[in-house]
């Protein structure tokens, strides 16, 4: 076994895997639960020469000694028996009192995690993340890869920046350690587009992605540059927008702001000023940008200058609004649950939408984070204390990874034992050890008969629906397989998504949002007809039709934990298909159905207590399922002929779409992509698969290898159907 040792000062036993990467495997310690160690698995000099420079340059921190680590800053070098350093010790963070910064500037989220933290709470956030990279740049850093994946906030609005490894870093000697990665949404306009391997960053260029994110915190996630087109054509992307500098709250902007999105004067007007500033004659200036310091100041007076609603005393807003509480009249023009609700109201019935949710998804605005946050949610936590600058937080862990495609944001939460993976972008998983293969009988179902599929033998190729937030908002659209003949079906001020065709290319089945939590409804090809076919308390997601037309199998939380239901298309009680216990984490949950072609039976994603997902298929006559999947998967889909199942699964190190057949006997991946694939969706012909990767709408050829058609071109596109030609 391969020793390691701590610097000079002796041998490090290494603990448990915690969680592995494309660049790096990382485990606990025996003995301290405060550090990790990240081991490198190709350590270079030029790696091991910034690591140094680090340990040697460290920057304040903002809360040191409080007990919190606003940064994550690498503490010892890790190095083999040759003293070569190969990889880091870092802190530890309690996850049980901390989030992802995405899951509070999501209403959605924040109100099922977090029902406490008021707009208040976001105002120190955004003060306290500036205060971060106020004492980065202090020390000639440059974080570079600045984004709502590499930060928690804990329940006292306190930051911790993660991923330090990664930023750009001076050098005693020689030039910078760049920063090769970035996320084009936080990018400045003279950067998009570049390669950020050959860049030198600058504190201008985290000025503009500090602005971006503050804008995010206080506008209920929505993007600076995400807005309306009103011209013809195909949208532009939220990049190209930066790049051209379309800011809809700019004076005399060139696209309106999206409906949904809080009035821009909302926020505090010297608040207003900044952004304006950074956005407008910031744009072409960098130097016009302001900076971490005088973005701290001026989030800690607006916080200081708040008022409080006397309808609700969690509603607190700017002090210019005189009597006009914007909470109030945001619930009255979009008939939206309350964002900031009084303790003991209780958000809505939690759940996962398209394994998004859990409080793990990106606010509107970015489709695949939005909806891919994680399987199901967390436990309910206790309402976070009165915000504060400064806070002692204690306990357990996170470690960051960076593996290429995307990040993976490694948690693991102490005194539970349970280890949650995020993936960014895509998904969210929980990394335990796989109980045995086997056949599995739970309590039976009751009995359900299919009738016969609706169109028997070979089936033309009519059109892909899909998801999209080209206009501002998730709408589901249809277009011809080869791109052309674009049509938006929804237009919702809130999100529609996750569309199923029905077996003969009629109708549509969908999620919405538009009722305050997310329900199954149905509509027409061309968008016509639209009404629920759902309408309960619990969250209703991922629709599938049985191929006899009849039915529509989806995933509900009407029993507490995700449970496949099946109702009929003409209406009537749901009936239950798999059978759950408990809550989320402490039981077993079952999602996003997929039907054999000969209606026989239900592949679903599985997972028992302290497991990871599996695909499983369930007879459908006697209740009875079996595990297919031997490692991690999740999202099948049956081929038209029901030889073949593709899946999403991340066991190579980045979730790709895989194939086997219908006995669970692997085929294989579908490509050799590097990119990050998920959404599965076979053609009727079943010769292409389209699929989505890294935001994109692709189609392939479902032998595998050949081209790979963009259908959308960096529009954030997501979950695909394809339907036959009617």
């Known amino acids: 076994m391969k020793t390691y040792y701590r610097g000079r000062s002796g041998v490090l036993q290494l603990g448990a895997e915690l969680g592995a990467g494309g660049e790096a495997t990382v485990y606990g310690l025996a003995g301290d639960p405060s550090l990790a160690a990240k081991i490198y698995r190709a350590p270079t000099g030029r790696r091991a020469a910034k690591l140094r420079a680090m340990l040697a340059n460290p920057p304040h921190d903002p809360t040191a000694g409080t007990g ?332 960051f990874l960076y593996t290429g495609c995307f990040a993976l944001l490694v948690l693991l939460c102490l005194g539970t034992g349970a280890l949650s993976i995020f993936a960014r972008p895509a998904t969210a998983l929980l990394r335990t050890p796989s109980p045995a293969l086997g056949p599995v009988t739970p309590r039976p179902a009751p009995t359900l008969v299919v009738g016969a599929p609706v169109i028997a033998g070979p089936v033309a190729n009519g059109r892909l629906a899909f998801v999209s937030t080209r206009n501002g908002v998730q709408a589901i659209y249809s277009m011809n397989p080869d791109g052309s003949g674009l049509a938006r079906l929804t237009n919702q001020p809130t999100a529609d998504r996750e569309p199923a065709w029905s077996p003969d290319g009629h109708r549509l089945a969908f999620v919405s949002l538009r009722d305050g939590n997310s329900q199954i409804y149905l509509m027409n090809a061309d968008g016509s007809g639209q009404a629920p076919l759902t309408k309960d308390g619990a969250r209703n997601w991922a629709p599938a039709w049985s191929p006899d037309g009849r039915r529509i199998a989806y995933t509900s939380t009407r029993v507490g934990s995700d449970a496949v239901f099946v109702v009929d298309v003409a209406g009537g009680p749901p009936l239950r298909l798999t059978e759950n216990t408990g809550d989320y984490y402490s039981a077993s949950a079952s999602w996003h159905p997929a039907w054999s072609p000969d209606g026989r039976a239900l592949a679903f994603t599985y997972q028992l207590a302290g497991a990871s997902y599996r695909i499983a298929v369930l007879n459908v006559g006697d209740g009875s399922f079996t595990y297919l999947s031997t490692s991690r998967g999740w999202d099948p889909a049956w081929s038209p002929d029901g030889t073949r199942l593709a899946y999403v699964s991340d066991q190579d190190g980045h979730p790709a779409i895989y194939l086997m057949d219908g006995q669970g006997r692997g085929l294989g991946r579908f490509d050799d992509s590097p990119l990050a694939e998920q959404d599965p969706a076979w053609s009727p012909d079943g010769r292409e698969l389209a699929f989505v990767a890294n935001g994109d709408l692709y189609v392939g050829n479902a032998a595998g290898g050949g081209a790979r058609t963009s259908l959308t071109h960096g529009s954030t596109s997501g979950h695909p159907a394809w339907g036959p030609r009617p």
């Open 68 to 399: 919190h680590s606003s940064i994550a800053w690498p503490r010892e070098l890790v190095c083999d028996e040759y003293e070569t350093p190969i990889g880091f010790l870092m802190p530890r963070l309690d996850l049980r009192t901390h989030w992802p910064v995405l899951v509070l500037y999501n209403p959605q989220a924040r109100l099922e995690e977090v029902p406490g933290f008021t707009w208040e709470y976001l105002l120190r956030t955004g003060a306290n993340l500036a205060s971060v990279v106020a004492a980065l740049h202090a020390q000639g850093y440059v974080v570079g890869d600045l984004n709502e994946s590499n930060l928690l906030v804990s329940n006292a609005a306190l930051v911790t920046l993660l991923d330090c490894d990664s930023l750009q870093v001076p050098s005693p000697a020689g030039p910078v350690f760049r920063c090769p990665v970035g996320k084009p949404e936080y990018t400045p306009p003279e950067l998009q587009g570049r390669d950020f391997a050959t860049v030198d960053r600058a504190p201008a260029h985290d000025n503009f992605g500090l602005a971006v994110l503050i804008f995010l915190l206080l506008m209920e996630g929505v993007h600076p540059f995400m807005g309306v087109w009103p011209g013809a054509g195909n949208p532009p992307t939220l990049e190209a927008n930066i790049a051209a500098g379309r800011c809809p709250y700019l004076e005399a902007a060139a696209i309106p702001p999206p409906p949904y999105a809080l009035p821009f004067t909302t926020l505090p007007p010297p608040v207003q000023a900044l952004l304006r500033r950074c956005f407008g004659p910031g744009h072409h200036d960098p130097a016009q940008r302001p900076g971490p310091a005088e973005w701290r100041d001026a989030l800690e007076a607006a916080a200081a200058q708040l008022v409080t609603c006397p309808a609700n005393r969690q509603h607190r807003y700017s002090a210019h609004l005189g009597a006009d509480c914007p909470w109030c009249a945001r619930m009255r023009r979009l008939h939206i649950p309350d964002p900031f609700p009084l303790p003991g109201a209780g958000p809505p019935a939690r759940g996962p939408g398209r394994r998004g949710a859990a409080g793990r998804a990106v606010a509107a605005g970015g489709y695949g984070a939005a909806r891919r946050g994680g399987p199901g949610p967390a436990p309910r936590r206790p309402a976070p204390p009165a915000p504060s600058p400064v806070g002692a937080q204690a306990g357990s862990a996170f470690i």
